[in-house]
């Protein structure tokens, strides 16, 4: 836990906030004028307990990655030993690492894709052959007893595996790796059964018949593929390989994970650059132009090997024409007039309401199973439950609809003839007998009169119910293909409509407005702007569409925000994940860093009795220290305790709780011979325990050690950044996310330590809209969640 | 001139930075091991006249944008007087702004591209009307004089405007709008008068046949679109209109002016994220989502409005095949065998050679150009001179060469006949007798057997000549068509040459290895990275080939760098301008804020008097000044200086130079009813100078209001950020840049300021590589350029 979040409902209680802010005007002549009321602020001031499904909580468990490079005197004696041609053969050793992610995660797509195809190709083939075989012999009840099988079968073992191993791997993992991106620390993302469990599970998802897609799983396994790669060890596996022992750090892993989850999203759906600008948006606070070009270099690699790989299973080596795992297949001529720019707005602003709609339906559900399905055998029994109802429904469609097309360009690969006359085949069985991803571009390219529209929106309205059920089962699941899915069977309906209505009208190709459709609903669902964009204008492989595309994505977007946020952030929400965004909130200039700061701050003297860093490592769980060369107080106590604006010593610099284990542990604070190898070591005994650090209870200090003392000096960021107790809440904050800090002292006029700022303090101011009004809203921080 | 570049001599005098290492030492236990002998630094400390021409020097008249927001206590007064509705109501005008910056740039890209094409048709038209009737009549100097002089007549017109009216407009403008967006300030860059200067003179270079581009001219066309657009008044016109007021601030500037580059691009190339991608790899140092949206936005509407009007004007209106002003045509067939991407490799290998050869003679070019063509009417004259020897000898290869080919599919709209036999045309006058872009088009699509390989060997000699000559002339001339010319031109050879050894490849299209030669030749020379990779690819069409397109970029810029920098960076160090790396240079973490800082520094007390404000504004160029509140030195003098260490007062905030100056002129010191109103006017009155401040000599202040005193504080930034004199170089650095600041306060141990660190000084340290090895370099910094 970090510095200052000791008590987390101190922070929040009643009154603590103007009491501070009163004690800062006699500081500050400037400002005295601009006191807390104006603009409105939304408070959470309540004590009383966290109502779970809360939206307003910041859990106080999450923790930040430490992205500054402490440029201690180990640094610098490693910088001076290493020199140019170290930064060389790392430079080189970076570049190939990304080259190995692009080939690592194309490989793993290849596995997924390639085991659901097969497994979908039995499944489907028997239940065809089973309806085709029953129909005379009127033994209806096999084929569904078949297809429940496969279902609840598969399902079990991906549900079992998420709700009893690892249940982490769950859902898509797109907010996970973007909470990561963004500098919170989550727990076993990154770890190798994490990507067994997700790999195993979402192909359990698919092939078991879920409304659940393998692309949000996807760019999670990637960022997985790139931590484990880069680190050249394995902590679970207990394995220290001893290369790339220079990479573990916070921030070059992170560099790492963006090439990983932009390399996922180009293996998922064959988009290069998408991937790039969706690492971007999604993570990157400060654009680097050499880490960008790596990165692209990893999407390049991992679209060319998936595809190379995939056209050789294909059966057509060299033609590469597998970008990605999600094909939307060829576009023949996407043009359009420019009246239809109106349209595809109308239909961004369905796209809109409906991701709303899916998004408010699917936080309620999560909430119930917060509060009511908590037993592990319960959250698979779910899941197999719905896997069943997925084939129920599926069935019964097919059973009772009947919506026969003529035989011809077979748009499925098991057409089924059910009640249709010869040579015609049950189109609705087209859409179920098939993985969905396989349904989205059959409605995007199946000749115009292949869909009624009537049973088309019965098909949207049941697999919209479905994929909203889906989402947050224990299972891996993305939900990328069941919402497009469901656009593009709205917008084909739009479509066939207006050709109902224009019926000479050449422009008109129900598949583009399927397109339309899908992406509407996606930018409704999701609302990722740019990145979204150019993955979809990939995916399609037509750059002439990007305008269109774009403007249904705006639409879509303006309009859900208009309801409710986003589906990723009500998700990181419910998590209580302090996320930081992009900009500080506006107009929150007159909060200052003395009533955003917590203190009081534990400090620490330049050179520390061993016993007295044991207690205060013992009785406190605070990650940083300030290091502090004037003690005023020379008491027994543990911590020195200081309250506001009164000095708590000259700052000397910062030291991590993590390094200050490993000093106890290596005992580098005896002169012998042993602590002078380790010293020699230097940062790489530091690199050693990384990431996962000995707690205090795991180190034992003999007595006659506990009157050592030790310099911290050496050990120290000697640095740190700081600000001022005036500077304004948008100025901290804009540097605490360009730098990507963990933690920011405040200092007064003196530089003396006052406070400390770290990423929950600034988390917790945040901006409520709702239905055009707006204003400035302080979450609770509670260590309950 | 900005702080401490007050002598900028003295600073890089012999001895001056030991001294200081010396110092600082004393004060910092930690670092005393690393004094300055390691890295190895090659030190620039001569105090000798810079040489005309050196790459090594920073010019001290370049200053910085100010993008930090000075939150003072008017800025705290708008935001609570005009509150959320306010923020909304900006919001919306800028994204109004950027559909205007994309609608005015996509119809000036039209402007330009239809005057070119009637230009372009009726002069070759004639020439080979000429040619066709004096082949008979013997005639043949008559079609040279016409060429002629239409050369020398229109380019006379261009470079004439260019020499006299607006030499800013010179050349691509894309170093220019680099150095803009990375913060510096360049002067006149952005003006109407540069626009139209730059419009006319693109039209003459590309009508009057010189090897020189409309490409790089139109996107710092868009940057002054935007830039003109968002601030709602013109300075040269002296007109103000009154809206967008809001945005008269160099941050929000900026970020219009992205817009406006990336619509530039877009408009160029058909790349609306290419043109995203070059404003973000070129200029942001901080990845703001929403800006990034909307910066697609306004290339997205550039793209789409281009168009739309150039699909009409080609007559297909509808079709919307028009994506650039640059097309690179339709590729049909762009597919790769495995083995190919070695050769593509290779063929980078030959363009970061060929790049290198070019950069650098034009480097020695431009430095003999500023030694001895001073004269404007001398620019004028060399001008017209190329654009003579240019069609002297076009004409030559079209008479003397015989390279007939059969006509048929026509790619040229003249076919001339020449000496060849009826139903043949000359295949060197098809790629003389169009706009080079035309050529490149030919290059990439005619049937194989159109080109005889030496024959295009020659016309690309020749061609890659004239084009080093072009750029540095006194025109506006960008370099990306006649370096893609070029490659093409030696990339079709190679595929001709590939062609006669495996005659029965069928892998094998000279087109596609004239792409791939093209890309490796603009890779190196320009040194772009991912920017560059999309814009081919969304210029292709073809999002299969960006594997093939980033491998052969990347090896040529990585080749290039071998030899030499990249074109634009070795025309900004000629330049002088002080531009900052994305990264701080490596291995610089043993130098200290005490080595970098300027010092003594001027401050000033918070209350002060109207005389003593004037002495200094008029004795001293810094543009911005500490404000302290402990004065321990009350003396006559106008500067209190301290020596390094010595306090020179708690730092209160920093004020700038622009705004005494308006405070001045203004007379806020004086308590009438006159500035009461000014008061209100708040932060408007300073936009209001926005960007042209006055000088002190324009502000007469009768002799009774010289002891009137003024309060500084509710001007001054009350918060400026600040860094401790133990602060590593890589850390000043990164906060410098990722916050975008001009100026740094360096403060000792209890925060008295001592120093200040300006861009001049960071970038002063720059990584020197030649030929494998690296080290540190010290700049000088000369007021002289």
């Not at 791997?169 to 994490?194: D, E, F, H």
């Not at 049973?455 to 949207?460: C, N, P, S, V």
């Amino acid at each position: 836990m970090e510095q200052n979040e000791k008590d987390p409902l101190i922070k929040v209680s009643s009154g603590s906030l103007s009491y501070r802010t009163e004690e800062v005007v006699t500081t500050n002549d400037e400002t005295n004028a601009e006191s807390s009321s104006w603009p409105p602020r939304k408070q959470n001031r309540s004590t009383e307990t966290v109502a779970v499904g809360s939206l307003d909580v910041l859990s106080a468990k999450y923790e930040s990655l430490d992205y500054e490079v402490c440029e201690n005197h180990l640094f610098l004696e490693e910088e001076r030993k290493t020199g140019y041609s170290f930064y060389i053969r790392k430079n080189v050793a970076r570049w190939f690492i990304f080259l190995l992610i692009g080939v690592c995660t194309a490989i793993l797509g290849v596995i997924i894709d390639i085991t659901i195809d097969v497994l979908s190709h039995i499944k489907y083939g028997y239940i065809k052959d089973y309806i085709d075989h029953c129909l005379t012999e009127d033994c209806l009840y096999v084929p569904y007893l078949v297809w429940l099988g496969f279902n609840v079968g598969i399902v079990l073992i991906g549900s079992f595996l998420v709700a009893f191993v690892e249940p982490v791997a769950a859902g898509s993992g797109i907010p996970q790796v973007k909470c990561y991106l963004n500098g919170v620390n989550m727990p076993r993302l990154l770890r190798i059964k994490t990507l067994v469990v997700k790999v195993i599970g979402v192909i359990s998802t698919v092939a078991g018949g879920l409304a659940g897609g393998k692309e949000g799983p996807m760019i999670h396994a990637g960022a997985v593929v790139a931590a484990g790669l880069s680190q050249g060890k394995s902590s679970s596996a207990n394995k220290d390989f001893g290369f790339f022992y220079y990479f573990r750090e916070d921030h070059e892993k992170r560099d790492f994970v963006s090439g990983g989850a932009a390399a996922g999203v180009a293996a998922a759906f064959g988009a290069p650059v998408g991937g790039v600008l969706f690492s971007l948006e999604e993570g990157s606070s400060f654009w680097n132009q050499s880490l960008t070009w790596r990165i692209f270099f990893a999407s390049s690699v991992c679209t060319f090997t998936l595809n190379i790989i995939l056209s050789s299973y294909h059966g057509h080596p060299g033609e590469l024409n597998y970008y990605g795992l999600l094909n939307f297949g060829h576009f023949e001529n996407l043009n359009y007039e420019l009246f239809e720019l109106l349209l595809f707005c109308f239909m961004g602003v369905i796209g809109g309401i409906l991701g709303s709609v899916y998004t408010y339906v699917n936080y309620k559900l999560t909430v119930f199973r917060m509060r009511y399905i908590k037993a592990r055998i319960l959250k698979v029994l779910e899941a197999c439950f719905v896997a069943a109802v997925s084939a129920t429904v599926g069935l019964l469609m097919i059973y009772t609809l009947d919506d026969c097309k003529p035989l011809g360009q077979d748009p499925t690969e098991h057409p089924v003839q059910m009640y249709c006359r010869d040579n015609e085949y049950n189109s609705i069985a087209a859409l179920w007998l098939q993985v969905p991803e396989a349904s989205v571009r059959s409605l995007f390219h199946d000749p115009p009169a292949s869909h009624d529209p009537w049973t088309l929106l019965l098909f949207m309205v049941i697999y919209f119910i479905l994929s909203i059920w889906t989402y947050g089962l224990s299972v891996s699941a993305g939900i990328f293909i069941p919402t497009l899915l469901t656009g593009a069977a709205w917008g084909r309906v739009i479509g066939i409509l207006i050709g109902y209505i224009y019926p000479n009208a050449t422009w008109l190709d129900p598949g583009k407005y399927a397109l339309i459709g899908a992406a509407a609903q996606l930018g409704g669902v999701v609302r990722m702007t740019i990145s979204l964009t150019v993955i979809l204008i990939e995916a399609t492989g037509n750059i002439t569409f990007g305008l269109p595309l774009m403007m249904t994505l705006m639409t879509a977007k303006w309009v859900g925000e208009f309801f409710c946020e986003g589906f990723y952030d009500v998700h990181i929400h419910l998590q209580a994940v302090p996320l930081l965004d992009w900009d500080p909130p506006p107009l929150s200039s007159n909060l200052f860093a003395s009533e955003v700061m917590g203190y009081p701050v534990v400090v620490l003297p330049t050179i520390v009795k061993v016993s007295k860093l044991v207690e205060i490592l013992s009785s406190e769980t605070y990650c940083g220290f300030p290091v502090v060369d004037k003690i005023t107080n020379e008491s027994s106590q543990p911590s020195l305790l200081y309250s506001l604006m009164e000095s708590g010593g000259k700052l000397r610099g910062l030291i991590l709780r993590s390094q200050l284990l490993i000093i106890l542990k290596n005992k580098l604070y005896i002169e012998s011979d042993e602590t002078w190898n380790h010293q020699n070591l230097g940062r790489n005994l530091f690199r050693h325990h990384y990431p996962r650090y000995p707690t205090i209870k795991d180190i034992y200090i003999p007595e006659e050690e506990m009157n050592f003392t030790i310099d911290l000096r050496p050990y120290m960021n000697p640095s740190p950044y700081t600000a001022q107790h005036v500077a304004s809440l948008p100025r901290i904050f804009r540097l605490f996310r360009a730098l990507g800090l963990r933690h920011l002292i405040i200092v007064n006029d003196s530089n003396d330590v006052i406070g400390m700022v770290t990423r929950k303090d600034l988390a917790r101011y945040r901006v409520w809209r709702h239905l055009g009004h707006m204003g400035l809203e302080e979450l609770k921080i509670s260590d309950k969640i």
